[in-house]
């Protein structure tokens, strides 16, 4: 028995520990090594050989195992039938777990136009995972073939070893969920992460004219309108993995009815030099043009200059993994509706699919704009200097007199109207504020005087609060009120009683009700007697008030020497000014009601 059997028959020990199964085998010789004068060996050949290789190994190991369990092994009754053979399934399912081991293709694979590819069109690094084998919980997990440990290249990359029996199973190595590869990403190669799926009901699939044009040149080229609209469905449900451009084409995978995506990319038709050359002439002419396209924006008028940026019918050729056949089939379809929301959110994709990217585009017309502003500068004759001659200057002259001054108009115009805006000044404000300017305006030009201009800043507000009528009944009122409190550290409240007392006597009205004062002996003292031969009570005197027995009706005099009235609920000293200044104290009460009433 051979050292490889003698390991094996210690696997089966009955003491339960584990053992490995089969020691590797001695390094076989290179299978890309050819013999001098002979033809370098083929894939296919070095395959097979290993694979010959591999079967000798496990039909020794199965061989070692059977021997030791028959020594180990009880004895069995004489009518004991043989151990059955392997199914034929079984034997089936290892020689396809082999064969997918021995024929797997490395995971580092470029995408194309940049590297190789593998068989079947799928990159390397790419986020389907290889599904594992279904045997790969069977007793007969040593006896895997697994791939030798990485050496130099064309040394032993196709050597196969057996497993042991004590390790793992592998976890399938985790693959990101995007088959795009950004890193690789340059002026001429964008890559774009994968659209969420479409929720707006619009019929139209793009949101912009351009981006509705490719959408235009995919249906009216396409030769089956039910796979356009099972494309379409695939698109809005987000079945489009990462797209990449670069030029003249649009590569992505998209995920069908199978578990594997398919491979598609269109290509598209890059322009000439000479066409290039057009467009960036047209595209210089127009600084609008050009700040246009940094905002995003692909300007009708540059992509129907003569130069065919946006496709036509028939112009876009889509190419698939899959087994359909249709032009296009849905898989190239979604991939292509999946490329007018690229369009839509950046027109640079399209000139890049033209063949210029980004950068070198915006460089060329920097260079192109900079040269022409230099050659007009050089054409341009140089201009007179500004300014007069000194004899001219000097020389005597007589102003003509000035026109005599117009007359002032007889009253201040209305302002215009300001319309509300969002986010604006309040219309009802400017409209105050215009008003009282117009106003203001006219009594200077008239008088030469501008009495405002000497209030403090709360007669100033009680003043512009006085002459909008309402009292702040009104929304427009409530507002303003609350504006000019606010301002001048007062209530409401406080605003609507001064703005009372102004509309009853201006400045002096107000200054009546904040200022109390002395007055001196005379009119006051003539009060008193005048108000009870009129057959009222005796009032009460406070500094320059009079008050009623009853608490509700006050005379104030002011330093004007008019008398105010004030009315207040009874035991409340709540004044508000009524009626109108008099200088008589029993007149200025007559507004109130007869004698009795009071």
């Given at each position: 028995?051979?050292?490889?059997?003698?390991?094996?028959?210690?696997?089966?020990?009955?003491?339960?520990?584990?053992?490995?199964?089969?020691?590797?085998?001695?390094?076989?010789?290179?299978?890309?090594?050819?013999?001098?004068?002979?033809?370098?060996?083929?894939?296919?050949?070095?395959?097979?050989?290993?694979?010959?290789?591999?079967r000798?190994?496990?039909?020794a190991?199965?061989?070692?195992?059977?021997?030791?369990?028959?020594r180990?092994?009880?004895?069995?009754?004489?009518?004991?039938?043989?151990?059955?053979?392997?199914?034929?399934?079984?034997?089936?399912?290892?020689?396809?777990?082999?064969?997918?081991?021995?024929?797997?293709?490395?995971?580092?694979?470029?995408?194309?136009?940049?590297?190789?590819?593998?068989?079947?069109?799928?990159?390397?690094?790419?986020?389907?995972?290889?599904p594992?084998?279904?045997?790969?919980?069977?007793?007969?997990?040593?006896?895997?073939?697994?791939?030798?440990?990485?050496?130099?290249?064309?040394?032993d990359?196709?050597?196969?070893l057996?497993?042991?029996?004590?390790?793992?199973?592998?976890?399938?190595p985790?693959?990101?969920?995007?088959?795009?590869?950004?890193?690789?990403?340059?002026?001429?190669?964008?890559?774009?992460?994968?659209?969420?799926?479409?929720?707006s009901?619009?019929a139209?699939?793009?949101?912009?004219?351009?981006?509705?044009?490719?959408?235009?040149?995919?249906?009216?080229?396409?030769?089956?309108?039910?796979?356009?609209?099972?494309?379409?469905?695939?698109?809005?449900?987000?079945?489009?993995?990462?797209?990449?451009?670069?030029?003249?084409?649009?590569?992505?995978?998209?995920?069908?009815?199978?578990?594997?995506?398919?491979?598609?990319?269109?290509?598209?038709?890059?322009l000439?030099?000479?066409?290039?050359?057009?467009?960036?002439?047209?595209?210089?002419?127009?600084?609008?043009?050009?700040?246009?396209?940094?905002?995003?924006?692909?300007?009708?008028?540059?992509?129907?200059?003569?130069?065919?940026?946006l496709?036509?019918?028939?112009?876009?050729?889509?190419?698939?993994?899959?087994?359909?056949?249709?032009?296009?089939?849905?898989?190239?379809?979604?991939?292509?509706?999946?490329?007018?929301?690229?369009?839509?959110?950046?027109?640079?994709?399209?000139?890049?699919?033209?063949?210029?990217?980004?950068?070198?585009?915006?460089?060329?017309?920097?260079?192109?704009?900079?040269?022409?502003?230099?050659?007009?500068?050089?054409?341009?004759?140089?201009?007179?200097?500004?300014?007069?001659?000194?004899?001219?200057?000097?020389?005597?002259?007589?102003?003509?007199?000035?026109?005599?001054?117009?007359?002032?108009?007889?009253?201040?115009?209305q302002?215009?109207?300001?319309?509300?805006?969002?986010?604006?000044?309040?219309?009802?404000?400017?409209?105050?504020?215009?008003?009282?300017?117009?106003?203001?305006?006219?009594?200077?030009l008239?008088?030469?005087?501008?009495?405002?201009?000497?209030?403090?800043?709360?007669?100033?507000?009680?003043?512009?609060?006085?002459?909008?009528?309402?009292?702040?009944?009104?929304?427009?009122?409530?507002?303003?009120?609350?504006?000019?409190?606010?301002?001048?550290?007062?209530?409401?409240?406080?605003?609507?009683?001064?703005?009372?007392?102004?509309?009853?006597?201006?400045?002096?009205?107000?200054?009546?009700?904040?200022?109390?004062?002395?007055?001196?002996?005379?009119?006051?003292?003539?009060?008193?007697?005048?108000?009870?031969?009129?057959?009222?009570?005796?009032?009460?005197p406070?500094?320059?008030?009079?008050?009623?027995?009853?608490?509700?009706?006050?005379?104030?005099?002011?330093?004007?020497?008019?008398?105010?009235?004030?009315?207040?609920?009874?035991?409340?000293?709540?004044?508000?000014?009524?009626?109108?200044p008099d200088?008589?104290?029993?007149?200025?009460?007559?507004?109130?009601?007869?004698?009795?009433d009071?």
């Amino acid at each position: 028995m051979d050292a490889g059997a003698s390991s094996a028959a210690s696997a089966g020990s009955p003491d339960g520990k584990a053992h490995r199964v089969a020691e590797p085998a001695p390094p076989a010789p290179a299978v890309h090594d050819a013999a001098p004068g002979r033809p370098e060996a083929r894939p296919a050949d070095a395959a097979r050989e290993a694979l010959r290789e591999a079967r000798k190994r496990r039909a020794a190991a199965e061989a070692a195992l059977a021997g030791r369990s028959r020594r180990t092994a009880p004895a069995a009754p004489r009518d004991q039938s043989p151990a059955p053979r392997p199914a034929a399934g079984a034997r089936a399912r290892d020689v396809r777990e082999l064969l997918a081991d021995a024929f797997r293709m490395p995971d580092d694979v470029d995408l194309p136009g940049e590297g190789p590819e593998d068989n079947d069109g799928m990159p390397r690094g790419s986020s389907v995972p290889r599904p594992p084998a279904a045997d790969d919980s069977s007793p007969n997990t040593g006896n895997r073939i697994g791939t030798a440990p990485s050496g130099p290249p064309g040394a032993d990359e196709n050597r196969l070893l057996p497993a042991p029996a004590s390790a793992p199973t592998p976890a399938a190595p985790h693959r990101p969920h995007s088959m795009a590869a950004p890193k690789r990403d340059s002026d001429l190669r964008r890559t774009f992460p994968a659209f969420p799926p479409r929720t707006s009901e619009d019929a139209r699939f793009a949101a912009t004219w351009w981006g509705n044009a490719w959408v235009s040149a995919l249906e009216e080229g396409a030769l089956d309108v039910k796979r356009l609209a099972r494309g379409r469905s695939y698109a809005e449900q987000g079945h489009v993995d990462a797209i990449t451009v670069t030029p003249g084409l649009v590569l992505a995978y998209v995920q069908g009815s199978r578990p594997r995506p398919y491979r598609v990319q269109v290509r598209l038709r890059t322009l000439g030099d000479a066409d290039w050359d057009r467009f960036l002439d047209l595209a210089a002419d127009r600084t609008g043009h050009i700040a246009a396209l940094l905002d995003k924006e692909m300007p009708q008028a540059l992509a129907e200059c003569g130069v065919p940026l946006l496709p036509g019918p028939g112009d876009l050729e889509p190419q698939c993994s899959c087994p359909d056949r249709g032009h296009p089939c849905k898989h190239a379809a979604a991939l292509c509706y999946q490329t007018a929301r690229l369009l839509d959110a950046d027109p640079f994709v399209l000139l890049l699919l033209r063949g210029r990217g980004e950068r070198d585009l915006l460089d060329a017309l920097s260079r192109l704009s900079a040269a022409r502003a230099a050659r007009a500068a050089q054409e341009q004759e140089p201009a007179p200097l500004p300014g007069v001659r000194a004899s001219e200057a000097l020389a005597p002259r007589r102003l003509p007199p000035l026109p005599a001054p117009l007359p002032a108009p007889a009253h201040p115009e209305q302002p215009p109207a300001y319309p509300a805006s969002p986010g604006g000044p309040d219309p009802f404000a400017l409209d105050q504020l215009a008003t009282d300017a117009a106003a203001r305006a006219h009594a200077l030009l008239g008088t030469g005087r501008d009495p405002v201009g000497e209030l403090t800043l709360w007669q100033d507000a009680v003043r512009l609060a006085a002459v909008r009528p309402g009292s702040g009944l009104t929304a427009g009122t409530r507002a303003l009120y609350a504006s000019l409190a606010a301002a001048t550290d007062r209530t409401p409240a406080d605003l609507a009683r001064a703005v009372a007392a102004w509309r009853q006597g201006g400045i002096e009205g107000l200054a009546v009700l904040e200022e109390p004062w002395d007055p001196p002996a005379g009119r006051f003292d003539r009060a008193r007697p005048l108000l009870l031969a009129a057959d009222l009570p005796a009032f009460r005197p406070w500094h320059n008030h009079l008050t009623h027995p009853r608490g509700h009706i006050q005379l104030r005099l002011g330093r004007d020497g008019l008398w105010y009235v004030y009315e207040s609920e009874p035991g409340h000293d709540d004044w508000w000014p009524r009626g109108t200044p008099d200088l008589d104290p029993v007149g200025a009460l007559t507004g109130l009601g007869t004698p009795t009433d009071l």
